[in-house]
Nanobody, 119 residues
């Protein structure tokens, strides 16, 4: 069983930057790593994902402002967030997922870290 632990959240003013980290307790080199977020009263949404072979995808709302990356040697994923807006305020969750033939084999979630963008 792999545990994921997010860190790096906090309070930041609009236009500021934060880097979120997702540390895995075991190897996840063969997993896609994604960041999701959930604001109060809203559904959890995908923010960004990086696959095991390095392909990335972003939500339209964050494309150009956020960058997802991973360091397999450290079993860690990152989300660099720039030009933050109040609407980015949410709990951010790390996810690691492995699929085969379109079916989920392994799916891990972190506990979440709060990001608040406010003046």
């Amino acid at each position: 069983q792999v545990q994921l632990v997010e860190s790096g959240g906090g309070l930041v003013q609009p236009g500021g930057s934060l880097r979120l980290s997702c540390a895995a307790s075991g190897s996840i080199f063969d997993h896609s790593m994604g960041w999701y977020r959930q604001a109060p009263g809203k559904q959890r949404e995908l923010v960004a994902v990086v696959t095991s072979d390095g392909r990335t995808n972003y939500s339209v709302s964050v494309r150009g402002r956020f960058t997802i990356s991973r360091d397999n040697a450290k079993n860690t994923g990152y989300l660099h967030m720039n030009s933050l807006k109040p609407e980015d305020t949410a709990v951010y969750y790390c996810n690691a997922q492995r699929t085969t033939f379109g079916a989920t084999v392994t799916n891990y979630w972190g506990q979440g870290t709060q990001v608040t963008v406010s003046s």
